[in-house]
């Protein structure tokens, strides 16, 4: 799950396993992930990805490789304001995007 600003267009996620090597997508800068509602996405990855990067505008803009756990959702949230983001392992509270500028 990504919240995102509102300048990052098409926001995208960009996945792969550093074991085997194997990207879940055939090309930079992934799949755009599914609109939920105001700047909240979500996107679906195999249980075999270890890393993900949640980017914006065609892959110009871009977290760093975040790891993740098979079977666990994560939550990236990226601030309006400098672009900096936290990663959360349980929905973050609104007091926690409100932090982030959500």
Known sequence: HAYVPEGWGYPGCWAWS?????????????????????????????????????NGNEGTIQTQDEPVESGCDIWVVVSPADYSYNVYFAEPSAEELADFGY
């Open 18 to 54: 550093n074991t085997t090597g194997e990207n879940v997508f055939s090309a930079w800068p992934g799949e755009p992930m599914d609109y939920i509602s105001d700047c909240y996405y979500t996107i679906e990855i195999p249980e075999w990805a270890e890393y993900i990067i949640v």
